[in-house]
């Protein structure tokens, strides 16, 4: 029996990160592993990792882009200015493409993910704030509470929900990250995230940033937290802000059994 139970023992975490991408996070707090360097210049509107590559989306009209940034130092690694009328928003990854949403232009910009070539666009309706990628969809959010899903390969919206904390709508939902399951997102002018329940829209619980908003940004109405991106190989998620210095590596962390 001892053996079984230390064969148990070493196993489960295994198992457990295995089947890491089908489980909720239950994150109800974390923990600062590092505070690693952001370009100032970002306007961060859309953040993500894939395959051990960090990418980002940046805003304003005349300054948008989409790039590489190399986690460790903030360095762009490479990038694609948009068109001056063009504002960036957020960004997602699907079968090899990227997709950056765009504020009011109601297109989605495409592009080959290996060389940043732009592929076209696609219409879109209403304004474009956050976008992710949740069970092979598309999930945007357009300042409201509600989220809508997209087919990739129609590029019609299939379903939505309204996203809800007890009865009351949370509006003005930004950027958006899957994380284990879950949908997390930015809510402007908070300095929290809230954890989604994609199937009902209610909210499964808050992770409170405000201790990260760096100092002299503090008072600022348009450098706000936004910015999520989760490296599933690792099980850490990355937190930043618009033309934040910083950008924070964070471990979840849940509350030991009462
Ligand atoms: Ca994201």
Same mark, same amino acid.
């Given at each position: 029996?001892?053996?079984?139970?230390?064969?148990?023992?070493?196993?489960? +975490?295994?198992?457990?990160?295995?089947?890491?991408?089908?489980?909720?996070?239950? /994150?109800?707090?974390?923990?600062?592993?590092?505070?690693? +360097?952001?370009?100032?210049?970002? &306007?961060?509107?859309?953040?993500? &990792?894939?395959?051990?590559?960090?990418?980002?989306?940046?805003?304003?009209?005349?300054?948008?882009?989409?790039? $590489?940034?190399?986690?460790?130092?903030?360095?762009?690694? %490479?990038?694609?200015?948009?068109?001056?009328?063009? &504002?960036? @928003?957020?960004?997602?990854?699907?079968?090899?493409?990227?997709?950056?949403?765009? #504020?009011?232009?109601?297109?989605?910009?495409?592009?080959?993910? @290996?060389?940043?070539? +732009?592929?076209?666009? &696609?219409?879109?309706?209403?304004?474009?704030?956050?976008?992710?990628?949740?069970?092979?969809?598309?999930?945007?959010?357009?300042?409201?509470?509600?989220?809508?899903?997209?087919? +990739?390969?129609?590029?019609?919206?299939?379903?939505?929900?309204? /996203?809800?904390?007890?009865?009351?709508?949370?509006? @003005?939902?930004?950027?958006?990250?899957?994380?284990?399951? $879950?949908? #997390?997102?930015?809510? #402007?002018?908070?300095?929290?995230?809230? %954890?989604?329940?994609?199937?009902?829209?209610?909210?499964?619980?808050?992770?409170?940033?405000?201790?990260?908003?760096?100092?002299?940004?503090?008072?600022?109405?348009?450098?706000?937290?936004?910015?999520?991106?989760?490296?599933?190989?690792?099980?850490?998620?990355?937190?930043?802000?618009?033309?934040?210095?910083?950008?924070?590596?964070? @471990?979840?962390?849940?509350?030991?059994?009462?």
């Amino acid at each position: 029996m001892q053996k079984l139970a230390l064969h148990l023992l070493i196993a489960l +975490p295994l198992l457990l990160a295995a089947c890491g991408a089908r489980h909720p996070s239950g /994150a109800t707090n974390y923990r600062v592993v590092r505070t690693l +360097p952001h370009d100032p210049d970002a &306007f961060t509107q859309g953040l993500l &990792f894939h395959d051990g590559k960090l990418y980002e989306s940046t805003g304003l009209y005349g300054q948008s882009t989409l790039r $590489e940034v190399n986690l460790e130092t903030g360095e762009i690694l %490479r990038q694609h200015k948009l068109p001056r009328d063009l &504002f960036g @928003e957020g960004l997602a990854i699907y079968s090899n493409r990227l997709y950056q949403l765009t #504020w009011r232009e109601e297109i989605v910009m495409v592009y080959d993910l @290996e060389t940043f070539r +732009p592929l076209g666009n &696609f219409p879109i309706e209403g304004e474009g704030w956050g976008l992710a990628i949740w069970s092979n969809q598309f999930v945007a959010s357009d300042g409201t509470a509600t989220l809508r899903f997209y087919d +990739p390969a129609t590029k019609q919206s299939v379903r939505s929900i309204t /996203a809800r904390d007890g009865d009351k709508p949370i509006v @003005e939902l930004n950027e958006l990250e899957v994380v284990e399951g $879950e949908l #997390w997102a930015n809510v #402007w002018h908070d300095d929290r995230v809230v %954890r989604i329940d994609p199937l009902t829209g209610k909210a499964l619980g808050w992770l409170d940033f405000s201790d990260l908003v760096p100092d002299g940004l503090r008072d600022s109405t348009e450098a706000v937290l936004n910015g999520i991106a989760y490296n599933p190989e690792t099980r850490r998620v990355y937190i930043t802000g618009k033309n934040w210095p910083v950008l924070y590596e964070i @471990e979840m962390t849940t509350p030991p059994a009462p």
